[in-house]
């Protein structure tokens, strides 16, 4: 593959390139993509800026049918997306294929916003004055994006973004390039003008920085690790320019005495070991009231002793790779670290081959029992298929060790009483709220985003999205013939 630069596909200035593997059979390569450097995001910024003007120009309905078209194209390419998805990343084939869909679905949302408001009309203390908001757009907006959603996370940050009348430059994961160089083609394919959306691919310490720090780019919208978003918000900060960070998170399910323990059960598993736990929202920590402890227990070692783990492309799949050889060690340690501080691995957490025997990045799914509130297993992110058990004496101490983290992205508590409910939704620390339903998981047409050190208090996807993609201009107009 290439960069996408100007409406032309075109190699690295560098003339450099990586080759990416895939995660399953690690000797099948995907293919080759360029090993971009700050030359290329000087030419893409270039590029975008002077589309910009054209851009801004054209009504919002023709951008939205832009939009639309992309999503008709991506429909139709979704079968073939959600293989190169499955080869590349690792995520099971399944889930891939509905990712397809869910970044059609994100497309054609954002083209019917083009349709609705752009602003607001206000009763002024001038009876004889028109006083209005209008929302206009930034300029040209980086986007950097990582390999977990290769699909829906662009689309959710580059169609509200082109909508609204910006231009991008967008970086996507290393590890996802060529899913993402599919997600282009079909918005080129679709007529969006050269220049509008440019595509540089190459590492993140070098491109997302290059990004970050380049005068002309006017905001930045990041999903990725904590390190990289606090990096990009120092420069990003230090410049004046707009900031929008998701980051990660270290998601609680409280099952209280009274829940539905079968219910609790799968929706947990599920949550917690789905695209192999490479989710912020995945569920990483069951807070349970001592009652129903060890039924749950059970319960849960059960159904993790039923999970499939092996070749992504197979049907029957729950469980992929890891994505990465980095990944791979990083969650090992993460284990071998809680069990040095006293946790109990109950069932998982060893290495697996992959499909006939081949090198793969895989790991049997862990679940892990006298976890301590402070340990790292309770405490840090692990982003792989990994699960901890926390014994609570009531409701009050649930909701205590589930705020007892420093991230506030998505939480879930499983009762049948109304009450603990509203009260679970009212006083946990978290952007997301489930009640009997599972951690992961998000609505296309609502907002999106997390609290403490889970995001930068911003919101995307659904209304919320044109909260960061534009600006506000407040206008009063008063007829000159009026004394």
Same mark, same amino acid.
């Given at each position: =593959? ?15 390139? +990586? ?102 009309? +206000? ?39 082109? #909508?609204?009348?910006?231009? %991008? %430059? ?33 590492? !993140? ?49 409280? #099952? ?29 920590? *069951? ?31 729950? *469980? ?13 340690? =993460? =284990? ?19 499909? !006939? ?43 205590? %060790? ?54 930068? +208090? ?16 407040? *206008? ?8």
């Amino acid at each position: =593959m290439q960069n996408f630069i100007g409406g032309e596909w075109q190699d690295a200035e560098s003339g450099a390139w +990586y080759e990416r593997e895939n995660p399953a059979r690690t000797r099948d390569i995907i293919g080759r993509a360029p090993l971009s450097d700050a030359r290329d995001v000087d030419r893409a910024v270039a590029a975008a800026k002077a589309a910009y003007p054209a851009w801004r120009a054209m009504s919002a309905p023709a951008r939205g049918a832009i939009l639309h078209r992309a999503a008709d194209c991506l429909a139709a390419k979704g079968p073939d997306l959600a293989v190169l998805m499955a080869r590349e990343t690792g995520k099971p084939i399944v889930e891939a294929e509905a990712e397809a869909v869910r970044a059609a679905d994100i497309l054609r949302f954002f083209a019917a916003e083009a349709e609705r408001s752009f602003g607001e009309v +206000y009763e002024g203390r001038d009876a004889q004055a028109l006083l209005y908001t209008r929302r206009t757009p930034l300029g040209v907006v980086g986007i950097i994006s990582p390999w977990n959603f290769p699909l829906a996370i662009p689309a959710w940050k580059i169609a509200p973004s082109l #909508v609204f009348g910006n231009t %991008v %430059v967008f970086k996507p994961s290393r590890e996802a390039a060529h899913t993402a160089g599919a997600f282009v083609a079909c918005l080129a394919e679709a007529g969006l003008p050269p220049g509008v959306l440019n595509l540089v691919v190459g590492g !993140g310490e070098t491109i997302g920085q290059a990004i970050a720090a380049h005068p002309d780019v006017v905001a930045v919208s990041f999903t990725g690790s904590n390190a990289v978003g606090s990096t990009l918000a120092q420069t990003l900060t230090a410049r004046g320019a707009k900031i929008q960070l998701e980051l990660g998170g270290k998601n609680p399910a409280v #099952v209280l005495a009274d829940a539905d323990l079968d219910l609790a059960t799968e929706l947990i598993v599920l949550g917690a070991v789905q695209n192999a736990g490479q989710r912020c929202t995945a569920t990483s920590r *069951v807070i349970v009231e001592r009652d129903v402890y060890e039924p749950l227990r059970e319960r849960l070692l059960e159904r993790f002793s039923e999970i499939t783990v092996g070749d992504p492309l197979d049907r029957g799949t729950l *469980v992929g790779p890891l994505v990465s050889a980095q990944r791979l060690k990083a969650v090992l340690g =993460m =284990m071998a670290r809680g069990e040095a501080e006293g946790a109990k691995r109950l069932y998982g957490g060893e290495r697996l081959s992959g499909p !006939g025997g081949e090198d793969g990045y895989f790991v049997r799914p862990a679940l892990f029992d006298a976890v301590s509130p402070e340990s790292v297993l309770a405490q840090e992110e692990i982003f792989g298929p990994v699960l901890s058990i926390i014994p609570v004496r009531d409701f009050e101490e649930g909701i205590a %060790v589930a705020n007892g983290v420093r991230y506030g992205l998505s939480a879930a508590v499983f009762t049948n009483r109304l009450d603990r409910a509203l009260a679970f939704a009212e006083r946990i620390d978290a952007g997301v709220v489930r009640i009997n339903g599972q951690t992961a998981g998000v609505e296309p047409h609502v907002p999106f985003g997390g609290m403490k050190a889970s995001s930068s +208090y911003s919101r995307e996807q659904g209304r919320a999205a044109i909260e960061f993609f534009t600006q506000t201009k407040t *206008v009063t107009i008063r007829p000159p013939s009026v004394s």
